[in-house]
């Protein structure tokens, strides 16, 4: 289904919902609706993101709304009969000191100070609707940037982070389908907006404004007071980006480290953050890395990476490949758990002076703990711990372990099989041989 289809069936079922849909239009849809999952399927999340939206207020009075009121008044006062004749015996003082009432408080001349109050109880209508309006908007705007804003904590830090605009805008590019659009800004614009949204965004919204209705009193505040001084910022919308790459990629870590960061340094915790989004963009570069790029990192890994871990791991055959090498020494020695070639900044030093401006950046911008975990992905973009190298280094193992893997827990497969792939390629001397 081409993108141009996929807006005019977002319309039709947005307009269904709206009860905008003509009668015979609606009849037919339903039809449709019976027979066709994934049109029922984007008709319930249209709806969900509609019940997102449920407390904001109804459309303000249309601009025929102060005329139309007013010819009903007039209406009104042309049935009540003809109006009261003055004496003709009132004295003339009688008559000057009521002269400009009965000019002002006399049909038709009754309708100027009577319009003008309509119009002035529209305008303050209007005005209180679109505040309502405008603060709704705004809180769905908060909810978006939940919970990055909730990690950063403070303004200047996202303005530190938001510097940057060449990484967020990359990551951005990778997490497309996760991002929930900037929120529009007008009421009117709400149809399109949520046209715009997948189940994922619409998934990750609900969540949000969930999150925030659990937050205390005072947090929340503190974040409404945040997204206000973002919205007063020239550069409102970077900053709200940032914010919710920042929620994105904390997503992904552990909520032990997640923890850690309202006990950081606000330096600490930019740094903190810096090498989080670094190395996250890191990850996702492995699928572009190619050209010069490429066969930089395919002759470092042959003449410089593979020297230095037949090294560390001396039990390996001499012939082995860089890639070979670099699963073995992956399964064989906990790198996710920080371990270091001896030789390491040495190795990544070189390897940078090698690459191109962003890749370069990125590897030295991330943690030194990660940089293996890095060039692994790079070598190996599939994954060294992909079903298929796993089962790879499942076969390599002695049977009797394989066994022993085979009765276990099956959460604990990644688990043994990284010790006892350790334990086969290290093997003890002290131990006996079985």
């Known amino acids: 289904m081409s993108d141009r289809d996929s807006d005019a069936i977002d319309e039709e079922l947005t307009a269904y919902l709206d009860g ?97 109050s309509l119009v002035v109880g529209s305008l303050i209508g209007l005005a209180a609707s679109a505040y309502r309006t405008q603060r709704e908007l705004g809180v ?27 990484l967020v805008g990359y990551l951005q590019e990778h997490y497309r389908d996760a991002l929930v659009p900037p929120v529009p800004k007008s009421y009117s614009q709400r149809p399109t907006w949520v046209r715009g949204l997948n189940a994922v965004q619409i998934a990750k919204l609900d969540s949000a404004r969930e999150l925030l209705g659990k937050y205390p009193p005072d947090v929340r505040q503190r974040m409404e007071a945040i ?20 929620g994105i990629v904390f997503d992904s870590l552990p909520t032990s480290k997640r923890q850690m960061l309202p006990e950081l340094s606000t330096t600490a915790k930019i740094a903190m953050m810096q090498q989080q989004l670094a190395f996250r963009a890191a990850i996702f570069y492995s699928a572009d890395l190619q050209g010069a790029d490429s066969e930089a990192l395919e002759d470092w890994s042959n003449t410089m990476l593979l020297p230095s871990i037949v ?69 190996i973009p599939e994954g060294v711990n992909s079903n298929t190298r796993m089962l790879d280094a499942y076969e390599r193992l002695r049977r009797e372990v394989r066994d022993e893997i085979d009765m276990a827990d099956p959460k604990d497969f990644r688990r043994l099989l990284r010790d006892r792939s350790r334990r086969n390629g290290n093997p003890n001397p002290n131990r006996p041989v079985r």
């Open 20 to 116: 905008e849909l003509p009668v015979q239009d609606s009849a037919s849809l339903e039809q449709r609706l019976v027979g066709d999952e994934s049109l029922r399927t984007r008709l319930a999340e249209l709806r969900k993101a509609y019940d997102l939206l449920d407390e904001l207020p109804e459309t303000p009075h249309s601009k025929s709304f102060t005329q139309t009121t007013i010819e009903m008044v007039i209406a009104d006062l042309k049935r009540s009969g003809p109006r009261v004749a003055v004496d003709p015996q009132d004295s003339v003082h009688a008559r000057s000191s009521v002269g400009w009432r009965q000019r002002w408080f006399t049909f038709p001349n009754a309708l100027v100070p009577l319009a003008m």
């Open 311 to 379: 090294t560390n791991m001396p039990f390996l055959r001499r012939e082995t490949d860089a890639k070979s090498a670099m699963m073995a020494l992956y399964s064989i020695r906990p790198i996710e758990e920080g371990f270091r070639l001896d030789n390491q900044d040495a190795l990544i030093a070189d390897l940078a002076s090698r690459l191109s401006e962003f890749p370069k950046r990125l590897l030295e911008s991330i943690d030194l703990t990660d940089q293996l975990i890095v060039i692994s992905s790079w070598m």
């Open 227 to 246: 997204q206000t001084q973002i919205d007063m910022q020239p550069n409102a919308q970077e900053l709200s980006h940032t914010a919710r790459m920042v």
């Open 140 to 166: 769905l705007d908060l909810a978006s940037n939940l919970p990055g804003l909730h990690d950063v904590g403070d303004l200047p830090i996202l303005q530190e982070l938001a510097k940057d605009q060449k």
